[in-house]
């Protein structure tokens, strides 16, 4: 499966992007911090303590592995990520460590049934079109056997952002509900709302269990 969102991470933009955003973990929660007012690694810890250190989690859309190396830090073990960017996958590679990251798509994970504990993304859904959106979650739901872990940029209901002067590559929704919607055997077992500091703009945080 190939769409449009695809070949436009895949380019110039991605590489840009990922240039741009935090190279290592204590940027990231002080970008977190700045944001929210809580670090990334305050809110792991609120929605992943109780999850055994030694359960094997996937990160798809994992970039340069931050927050992989997050978890790591917490004392997860058996740590691994999914990147569709190249240019992601290998500079992960140099600054990471006991991590298995691989090129491939949220589309199609090389991975059996139930393979994992726990799956998760942060901020990869809201860039996924609304159409394709089942085929990832699907993906996503059939790879974990317990538990599916987000963080993304939230609404009440489907909407369409302009991102960065482009159109078609941005959209908020409550992804939880897409989750739970999709599969009835889905329960909450957390879930809060970060409000921008700078804004009115909300992301979700939301941890489900089969």
């Not at 049934?113 to 996503?140: A, C, K, Q, R, W």
Request: charged share 25%; proline share 2%.
């Amino acid at each position: 499966m190939k769409t449009e969102q695809m070949q436009f991470w895949e380019g110039s933009f991605g590489k840009e992007y990922t240039d741009r955003n935090p190279q290592n973990i204590d940027e990231m929660d002080a970008l977190y911090k700045k944001c929210f007012g809580v670090s990334r690694s305050e809110i792991n810890k609120k929605f992943l303590e109780d999850i055994p250190r030694n359960a094997k989690i996937l990160e798809v859309g994992c970039n340069i592995g931050l927050q992989l190396q997050l978890l790591q830090k917490m004392g997860f073990t058996n740590l691994y990520g999914i990147e569709l960017q190249e240019y992601a996958v290998e500079k992960a590679k140099t600054i990471t460590k006991n991590i298995n990251i691989i090129q491939g798509s949220g589309f199609d994970i090389p991975f059996r049934d139930g393979y994992f504990n726990l799956v998760y993304t942060s901020g990869v859904l809201i860039h996924i079109n609304p159409d394709h959106l089942p085929t990832i979650i699907s993906e996503i739901y059939r790879c974990t056997s317990k538990y599916i872990f987000g963080f993304e940029y939230y609404a009440e209901k489907l909407t369409n952002i302009l991102y960065r002067g482009n159109e078609g590559y941005l959209w908020k929704n409550n992804f939880s509900n897409c989750y739970q919607q999709a599969f009835k055997n889905l329960k909450t077992v957390k879930e809060e709302k970060y409000k921008y500091t700078d804004s009115e703009n909300v992301d979700q945080s939301f941890l489900l269990e089969k």
